[in-house]
């Protein structure tokens, strides 16, 4: 398996941007669907955003209009711009596969923090 490594987390006020970066080095990342997920304390890990190989994406109703997932398939990595971060938008950011699967293990994660 493959862990990817997640950057670009910090800590924004609210009304802020960040736009994270997950590098995820394996011959399989051209054909995987991938995704960013985000856990908040005491709470499940949830998708946020998705794209296919194709560019084709998908985003949870929280996030919708504030982000934007994309790819470039090249240099194998996935970014995620993060618009107008809410206090609410605060956890530790992941990427992987969607669903998840065995390619990857899931990576450190990169900590996104809001202040309001």
């Known amino acids: 398996q493959v862990q990817p490594v997640e950057s670009g987390g910090g800590l924004v006020q609210a009304g802020g941007s960040l736009r994270l970066s997950c590098a995820a080095s394996?011959?399989?990342?051209?054909?995987?669907?991938m995704g960013w997920y985000r856990q908040a304390p005491g709470k499940q890990r949830e998708l946020v955003a998705s794209?296919?190989?194709?560019?084709?994406?998908n985003y949870a109703d929280s996030v919708k209009g504030r982000f934007t997932i994309s790819r470039d398939n090249a240099k194998k990595m996935v970014y995620l711009q993060m618009n107008t971060l809410k206090p609410e938008d605060t956890a530790v950011y992941y990427c992987?596969?969607?669903?998840?699967?065995?390619?990857?293990?899931w990576g450190q994660g990169t900590q996104v923090t809001v202040s309001s």
């Open positions: 794209i296919t190989s194709g560019g084709s994406t």
């Open positions: 992987n596969t969607n669903p998840v699967g065995p390619i990857f293990t």
């Open positions: 394996t011959s399989f990342f051209r054909l995987s669907v």
